[in-house]
């Protein structure tokens, strides 16, 4: 069997070797990419890891994971939060849930608070209306007053 079909050719391992550091960095710069909440493309992963695109599309884990992001950042296109810290469905949705009781509990607040309003209003002008009309507390009351005393 030739050398170079051998698996245990220094220039095997040095090929392993260098394909695991090209692994290493392509996975690297999708965490860092990622956790900086950076738009997730082929032509930028190859561009930050210093690789090239045509590698990353025949490595099936990384190409996967790649739209996999890609994906996740589109749906959320001004979203700088990595994927692994957004919020679940089902916080968002007890969130939501939370949010609505809330609101009911203020609409039943300031009806009762216009209702308490609208009754305070109501007897400041029954008594505003009960009183004494010789009371002099205008200036044309008092002239009239001046006036039917003198004539």
Known sequence: ??????HDTPLAAAARRRHELTRSKAIRTLRELDAAGAAI???AVAQHADVSRSWLYTQPDLRAEIQRLRQAHRRA?????????????DSLLLRLQQAN??????AQENKRLRRQLEHA????????????RDQLSTPVAASQFRNNQSG
């Open 1 to 6: 069997m030739p050398a170079d079909h051998d």
């Open 41 to 43: 493309t082929f032509d």
């Open 77 to 89: 296109p001004t979203q700088s939060v990595p994927a692994s810290q957004r919020t679940s469905d």
């Open 101 to 106: 009781q809330r609101n009911r509990l203020l």
């Open 121 to 132: 209003l109501g007897e400041q002008r029954t008594a505003r209306d009960r009183r004494p």
